[in-house]
């Protein structure tokens, strides 16, 4: 049963950083690219970057100064990193494995709300 | 980047209804197009890869098509469990991007 699951703090002050850890199960990380996504409350989904199974990563552009993702796959984790954080990086934070053109991303994790404030 | 516009903004239907959604893509994007269904306080759903290609599981009333740059989606007879927000995404090149979602209420 493939499962995906976020954890990390719900509160995270301005300018400090994100960590975030991503859980999966019941699929291997070297046979599927692992990508974050993040929906601000009320909006749309924004890709934020992604891992591929070879280890290697992609960042959009927009958060490449800010963000890294990296894996442990002994233990099939997936961490995220960013620093910096400002008010508009509130938002509910998701894992999701893909297969680039082969497969979108076809199971997500449930989400965790990570607000920045003081 | 490729830009995913996508209309309309929201839509009331009615049950039974037939409603569609369409994407235009601000480059040819070889039909690599999903459609993603999401509820309140969930995780998206994927629906349909690849511009037609329906996920195991997802109902027959949901269809999509399209080429180049413009695609379309659709449900017919719209059921009470389909109210909720649909997002087109392209996967061909990065990064990825989502359209700005589509909200059905129902009428």
């Known amino acids: 049963q493939v499962q995906l699951k976020e954890s990390g703090p719900g509160l995270v002050q301005p300018s400090q950083t994100l960590s975030l850890t991503c859980t999966v199960s019941?699929?291997?990380?070297?046979?599927?690219?692992v990508s974050w996504v993040r929906q601000p409350p009320g909006k749309g989904l924004e890709w934020m970057g992604v891992?591929?199974?070879?280890?290697?990563?992609a960042y959009n552009s927009l958060l490449k100064s800010r963000l890294s993702i990296s894996r442990d796959i002994s233990k099939s984790q997936v961490f995220l990193k960013m620093n910096s954080l400002q008010t508009e990086d509130t938002a509910t934070y998701y894992c999701?494995?893909?297969?680039?053109?082969?497969?979108?991303?076809?199971?997500w994790g449930q989400g965790v709300m990570v607000t920045v404030s003081s | 980047d490729i830009q995913m516009t996508q209309s309309p903004p929201s839509l009331s239907a009615s049950l039974g209804d037939k409603v569609t959604i369409t994407c235009q893509a601000s480059?040819?994007?070889?039909?690599?197009i999903a459609w993603y269904q999401q509820k309140p306080g969930k995780a998206p759903r994927l629906l349909i890869r690849?511009?037609?290609t329906l996920e195991s599981g997802t109902p027959s009333r949901f269809s999509g098509s399209g080429s180049g740059r413009d695609y379309s989606f659709s449900i017919s007879n719209v059921e009470s469990e389909d109210i909720a927000s649909y997002y087109c995404l392209q996967y061909v090149n990065l990064p990825y991007t989502f359209g700005a979602g589509t909200k059905l209420e129902l009428k």
């Open positions: 690849y511009t037609s």
């Open positions: 019941g699929f291997s990380l070297t046979s599927y690219h």
């Open positions: 891992i591929w199974t070879g280890g290697s990563t």
């Open positions: 999701a494995r893909e297969r680039g053109v082969v497969a979108p991303f076809d199971y």
């Open positions: 480059q040819n994007i070889n039909k690599y």
